[in-house]
């Protein structure tokens, strides 16, 4: 019994004496399989980050070439565009040519209106003027031709060339304000202006122009006095308006398209002021009559009614 165990162990010992060999043997096998793989892994994970690295650098080539295209294409609409324009000035110069030409034409048929003489109709014509005639007139500042009277509407250019700023009888009459003229003193400097009480409400401006024009104190040195003696496009009615017709003027600005900014002289002189210093004028920045120095240059625009 004791035979045959000793017999199983050595038996069992060599074997596991072959398993230490074999395993050494395996691990040697292992070892040098392990040392030929390391540089192999290594240049794998180098060859693996090259190309990691190139495609990155392939993705960026490819964003730029994208950019190039559109760039590209930018540049592609840009030329159409400039072709278009350089087509567009082409039309534009021919288009200038003409409208100068007609410019021209415009001029020359101006002028020939402007020495048309008055017509008349015949007594045949169905008309109701008792005179048994009616009027064919070139309504003035215009290439407008009328049988009878011309109208205007407010803004229109009226008959002395000035803005029309009031319109009566269906447009048939009205008051025009002249064009900006030179800034002036309103005149009569601490010098009495005689004017009536109340004359406010019982004289027209036109009459209290000719007042302050007339008034001996002042000597005629007045823009009362310069506004009764302007004359332009045939018209020499002109006068100085009143503070209640500068308001008006001032509420319909946009209407009008009229451009006034600053201080502009009223006719009215100031009664209740003991030194004679002061004239009324409407200031448009703020929208109110003002008593301002008569020796101080102010805006000046005349008015005339038609």
């Not at 004791?2 to 074999?22: C, P, Q, R, S």
């Not at 009027?135 to 509407?153: H, K």
């Not at 319109?167 to 003193?185: C, F, H, M, R």
């Not at 332009?232 to 006034?260: Q, R």
Request: proline share 3%; net charge negative.
């Amino acid at each position: 019994m004791m035979k045959a165990l000793e017999i199983a162990i050595v038996k069992n010992y060599n074997n596991i004496n072959t398993l230490i060999v074999g395993h050494n043997t395996l691990e040697k096998g292992l070892n040098k399989v392990t040392g030929e793989l390391a540089p192999l892994i290594t240049e794998s994970k180098i060859d693996h980050d090259r190309v990691i690295s190139v495609s990155r650098e392939v993705e960026v080539n490819r964003l730029q070439v994208e950019d190039f295209k559109t760039s590209v294409i930018s540049l592609e609409n840009k030329v159409a565009q400039l072709s278009s324009l350089k087509d567009d000035m082409e039309g534009l110069e021919i288009l200038e040519g003409a409208v100068r030409d007609m410019g021209e034409d415009v001029s020359e048929v101006t002028q020939n209106l402007q020495s048309w003489p008055e017509s008349k109709i015949p007594r045949t014509a169905e008309i109701e003027d008792v005179s048994g005639v009616l009027t064919l007139r070139r309504c003035p500042n215009t290439l407008e031709f009328v049988w009878g009277s011309c109208t205007y509407a407010a803004g229109d250019r009226g008959p002395a060339g000035g803005i029309v700023v009031i319109v009566t009888d269906d447009g048939k009459n009205g008051i025009e304000i002249s064009e900006e003229l030179p800034p002036a003193e309103y005149g009569c400097d601490r010098k009495k202006v005689k004017v009536p009480s109340k004359w406010g409400r019982k004289k027209t401006n036109l009459e209290k122009t000719e007042l302050v024009a007339s008034s001996e104190q002042c000597g005629g040195k007045t823009l009362a006095k310069k506004s009764l003696d302007y004359a332009i496009n045939g018209k020499d009615d002109w006068y100085l308006p009143g503070v209640n017709e500068l308001a008006y003027i001032y509420d319909n600005l946009d209407e009008l398209g009229l451009n006034m900014e600053g201080v502009y002289w009223a006719v009215e002189v100031s009664r209740y002021d003991p030194r004679r210093l002061f004239a009324s004028a409407f200031n448009f920045h703020r929208g109110h009559f003002v008593d301002k120095e008569r020796a101080i240059e102010q805006n000046v625009r005349y008015i005339r009614r038609f």
